[in-house]
């Protein structure tokens, strides 16, 4: 098992910046891919970042150039910088983890992100 703890959320302006973290705690294996998937109103949860334990990020085109993924191995933690905030990026965003090589992906328990014009 793999528990998910994320923070970081909240209510910001069109433009501002938020910061989400993730730690992940449990019978963690070394060799793991950690990520962000977000889902808004009346629509399909979707990626947003995800990046390996070896250091290969990947990301949702909405978000190239604006979200940052990075990852702290030694503390099992994933962050998000999310800059340029829109409106569009309001949705529960969700911390995923699950070994590199497949298997179960556990999913923390959301945090709101609410962006206003």
């Known amino acids: 098992q793999v528990q998910l703890v994320e923070s970081g959320g909240g209510l910001v302006q069109a433009g501002e910046s938020l910061r989400l973290s993730c730690a992940a705690s449990?019978?963690?294996?070394?060799?793991?891919?950690m990520g962000w998937y977000r889902q808004a109103p009346g629509k399909q949860r979707e990626l947003v970042a995800t990046?390996?334990?070896?250091?290969?990020?990947n990301y949702a085109d909405s978000v190239k150039g604006r979200f940052t993924i990075s990852r702290d191995n030694a503390k099992n933690t994933v962050y998000l910088q999310m800059n340029s905030l829109k409106p569009e990026d309001t949705a529960v965003y969700y911390c995923?983890?699950?070994?590199?090589?497949?298997?179960?992906?556990?999913w923390g328990q959301g945090t709101q992100v609410t962006v206003s014009a």
């Open positions: 995923t983890w699950r070994q590199l090589l497949g298997g179960y992906t556990y």
């Open positions: 449990g019978s963690i294996v070394s060799i793991n891919i």
């Open positions: 990046r390996t334990s070896g250091g290969n990020s």
